[in-house]
């Protein structure tokens, strides 16, 4: 194969086999990550228990649902940080990429996205355990699992765009902790991540209306865990696809005048 | 005696080290900051839903937190960085530089590395704790602080031999960074009071990984939920434990074969 399909089949390939190799590191770090969302499903498990069954008509089972779906997000969502831009900018581990006849960022979609296979592989027995010990309620329709397949690489892609974004500020300054930092708590916060967009106060959830984050987490874990009319579904998908767009055009508009900047290492 | 003097000129290069980088105070408070104020917007968002969490109220929950904080404090500025220089030297054979030194090894591996700017977190749990104990309801009875004072460092010793017992896995396996990940994501958990979790979690997060003594027991003096027997039982788990890790590091040493083998 040649091209980009041939480019994405031959990385993503190297992943898989790469991080195969690492499985059991790839698994501590999955294992750390899941007492994040545990926390979260128990507190609000106990909250919905003290008020009688049920917060804003969330029911423990249903919080459980959205947890455990909320592990496969997560994973999804692990694309190529910010923070190896500064490595890749202080190391000129850039110019490599810069030779090559493609422009770098599908390297990353499609390393990425190889990993993505290792990482659903180990999930499966993580989320069995979480299942057993939490006991989930879904209703779920083939449309549903149809739609939750495509919702979540779509949540890969607009988050992919929008990090290599915040990544590239680097270009100007190496000073972006501060700048990171308020991006990935505006996240925690308005992405579902923390606690369902329904439990937000009003404006809070008015506010994550217009913003992407909500389409990277909360959007597909209600695919699947929540209980979305069909043309919900369908909504979300076009908002997902209009973030995709967006964020493809920032990234090219933001990586030319980028680029530009860039000394390497010598130079 | 020695030994103090030892940790003390340690404690002391460290710090002057770090005085180097002043900027990054700012940098670790404002972290700080927005993750304090994230986990405020958490527990504001669950008690506008109930009013007590298993017991807990919110003033009291905030003492948690104030714990939490604090405790994370001590983690990333000594703890934490001493362990992960352990776990390299282990993997590279340069312990062997630490060994040869004419003092107690344990010491030295736990001593080497001050991150004081991110001692930040300690500054700020603590002023949490007095706001949240002040706001509480009711007088503190004046035997609390000596039992929280007491509790904290007791606990204090308790996570840092769990983080050993974590290290000198690397005598073994040699491969081991993302073990940091996993003790970061299990203390989150020390977030809440242990009593919220179910069953088997709870054992596990009081016995297996310590945030029950770590964080709760010394929240709990100062809230009111503690007892006498809560502080008897943490001294005799820190003991055990600080016994168990000694065993341990002493059998990870035997292990160990240095850089030229």
Redesign the interface.
């Known amino acids: 194969m040649n091209g980009l399909p041939g480019l994405y089949t031959v990385v993503g390939k190297a992943a898989v086999q790469t991080q195969f190799q690492y499985r059991t590191a790839n698994y501590a770090y999955m294992l750390g990550m899941v007492a994040e969302p545990v926390v979260y499903l128990v507190v609000w498990s106990a909250v919905a228990n003290s008020r009688g069954g049920s917060v804003q008509g969330i029911t423990a089972g249903e919080f459980a649902a959205y947890y455990i779906v909320w592990t496969l997000v997560r994973n999804m969502n692990i694309v190529f940080t910010p923070y190896g831009w500064e490595h890749r900018i202080q190391q000129g581990d850039l110019s490599g990429m810069l030779l090559r006849p493609v422009h770098p960022i599908h390297y990353d979609l499609a390393y990425f996205a190889g990993w993505k296979v290792v990482v659903v592989v180990l999930w499966i027995p993580i989320a069995a355990v979480l299942s057993i010990a939490f006991r989930p309620t879904f209703h779920i329709t083939p449309l549903h699992v149809a739609v939750f397949f495509l919702a979540i690489w779509g949540a890969y892609l607009i988050r992919s765009m929008l990090l290599w974004v915040l990544g590239m500020i680097t270009f100007w300054t190496t000073r972006v902790s501060a700048i990171y930092d308020t991006y990935f708590t505006a996240e925690l916060l308005l992405s579902g991540r923390l606690v369902p967009l329904a439990l937000l106060p009003a404006w809070a959830a008015g506010l994550a209306d217009v913003l992407p984050f909500k389409y990277t987490f909360g959007y597909p874990i209600e695919v699947l865990a929540g209980s979305l009319s069909t043309s919900e579904l369908f909504i979300g998908l076009a908002f997902q696809a209009a973030w995709i767009a967006i964020g493809t055009a920032l990234v090219a508009a933001v990586w030319r005048v980028g680029v530009r900047r860039y000394g390497a290492v010598g130079t | 005696m020695r030994a103090l003097r030892l940790a003390g000129t340690f404690l002391r290069v460290g710090i002057l080290n770090e005085l180097q980088y002043r900027v990054n105070f700012a ?1 670790s408070l ?2 700080s900051l ?2 304090v ?2 986990s405020i ?2 527990l504001a ?2 008690f ?3 009013d ?3 017991g807990w109220t919110a003033g009291e929950l905030l003492v948690v937190m104030g714990v939490y904080v604090l405790v994370g404090g001590l983690i990333k500025m000594i703890v934490q960085p001493n362990m992960q220089q352990l776990m390299e030297d282990v993997q590279q054979g340069t312990l062997d530089f630490v060994l040869t030194k004419p003092a107690d090894g344990q010491l030295l591996v736990s001593l080497r590395r001050v991150q004081l700017w991110q001692g930040v977190d300690i500054v700020v749990g603590g002023v949490l704790i007095v706001i949240a104990t002040v706001r509480l309801p009711g007088t503190v009875p004046a035997l609390a602080v000596p039992a929280f004072v007491l509790a904290l460092a007791l606990g204090s010793v308790a996570i840092y031999c769990f983080w050993l017992l974590l290290s000198t896995v690397a005598f073994w396996v040699t ?1 081991l ?3 940091v ?6 203390y ?2 020390g ?2 009071p242990v009593s ?3 069953g ?2 709870r054992v596990g997060f009081t016995i297996l990984v310590p945030l029950a003594f770590a964080v709760t027991v010394p929240a709990s003096a100062l809230a009111g939920h503690g007892s006498g027997w809560l502080v008897l039982g943490s001294i005799g788990f820190t003991a055990a434990l600080a016994a168990v890790t000694r065993l341990v590091w002493r059998l990870a040493l035997r292990r160990y074969s240095g850089a030229s083998s």
């Open positions: 940098f404002v972290q927005i993750s104020g994230t917007a958490v968002l669950v506008g839903n109930t007590s969490l298993h491969r960074d993302p073990i990940e996993l003790f970061d994501g299990m989150q958990a977030r809440w919220i979790y179910p088997w979690l």
